[in-house]
């Protein structure tokens, strides 16, 4: 039966490499997400370039792109956390060097820019990546659970569930029970890789997305484009973020829609089992998501089970 044990990602005293892919921090962020690592009882190792600084960047793309396969090359790290997020990730893409992740595959986490990353390693490797925190994030106690809960925890599902205040702004848009691969992210940067080679295929997936400080318009538009090049065709379900800062300035509310009106209007019609308000995004209480992994999702609970067996066949 030893064969049937399921092993966690990480264990304490495992050494997890912090890097700035995107943009730049300073001293005190990099001391915040050495701290949040380590409350885990993990070991935390970075280079030097974490700290460098180019502009609104975390330092030139060669020597950020030499950081990030440094990582995969490092056969001490056993997974990988980007301090934050930011902008520059897309700048990295076409010199990703991903036969060296492919022989070397190990946990990414991050979200914002870092969607990027991720999906464009789940593209070219098939290799799942995580989205919903950063190194210098809030790990609240929500978010410290979800963590510990999927990258410790040896149990045979993954269960993933609202917060509890989010429970007073989240909505069902259409009802339903689905089943497909986790795939999506950061609106934005989802849009921003539409006829790259980093865009991914949504046949047949549950599609998550958030984003931050756009407009209802902007959030409209970007939508708009993703429903006229096809990309909800096929879709099995859609599960919306916390989009913050995203309703409309006081002086502009007279001559706008509200975020909800938008996100109803474009996809309402799908009638594709969908919710907004999930715990995810530019948020304090977040879950985390693993990209390209199947999973079940209900909207009339708003819960979402993963076999951890489908996660661990990529690193374990």
């Known amino acids: 039966m030893a064969e049937n044990i399921i092993k966690p990602l990480l264990k304490p005293g495992d050494t997890v490499g912090l890097i700035t892919p995107a943009g730049f921090i300073d001293e005190k ?39 990030f396969h440094s990582m995969y090359k490092n056969n001490n790290i056993k997974a990988i956390v980007c301090v934050r997020g930011g902008y520059g990730t897309t700048r990295l893409l076409d010199n ?8 070397n595959p190990k946990p990414l986490i991050g979200y914002s820019d870092i969607t990027a990353l991720i999906n464009a390693i789940y593209k070219k490797t098939g290799i799942t ?3 919903g925190v950063v190194g210098a994030g809030n790990f609240t106690e929500y978010t410290s659970l979800n963590f510990k809960n999927l990258f410790f925890g040896n149990s045979e599902n993954v269960v993933i569930e609202l917060f509890e ?10 009802e339903g029970f689905v089943s497909g691969k986790l795939v999506g992210g950061n609106l934005a940067l989802v849009v ?30 970007m939508l708009t484009q993703l429903i006229s090049v096809g990309k909800f065709n096929n879709v099995k379900g ?7 800062g995203c309703e409309p300035e006081k002086e502009d509310e007279a001559n706008s829609f509200s975020l909800k009106e938008v996100i109803i209007d474009r996809i309402k019609p799908m009638n594709i089992p969908s919710v907004y308000g999930f715990s995810f995004g530019h948020i ?5 998501f693993p990209v390209g992994i199947k999973a079940d999702f209900n909207t009339n609970n708003f819960s979402i089970s993963i076999k951890r067996k489908l996660i661990n066949e990529y690193f374990i």
């Open 29 to 67: 962020k990099l001391s915040i997400a050495v701290k949040n690592i380590e409350a885990f009882g993990l070991n935390v190792f970075y280079n030097d370039s974490v700290l460098e600084k180019s502009g609104y960047l975390a330092g030139n793309d060669e020597s950020r792109l030499k950081e």
């Open 165 to 174: 205040k989010h429970k007073e702004t989240a909505f069902v848009i259409n």
């Open 284 to 288: 304090k209480n977040q879950v985390i």
């Open 238 to 244: 859609i599960i919306l973020g916390q989009f913050r």
């Open 96 to 103: 990703v060097d991903f036969s060296l992740i492919k022989q």
């Open 129 to 131: 990546g995580f989205h």
């Open 192 to 221: 921003s890789v539409l006829g790259t080679p980093y865009d991914v295929s949504w046949q047949d997936k549950i599609i998550f997305l958030e984003d931050i400080g756009e407009a209802p318009y902007k959030i409209d538009r």
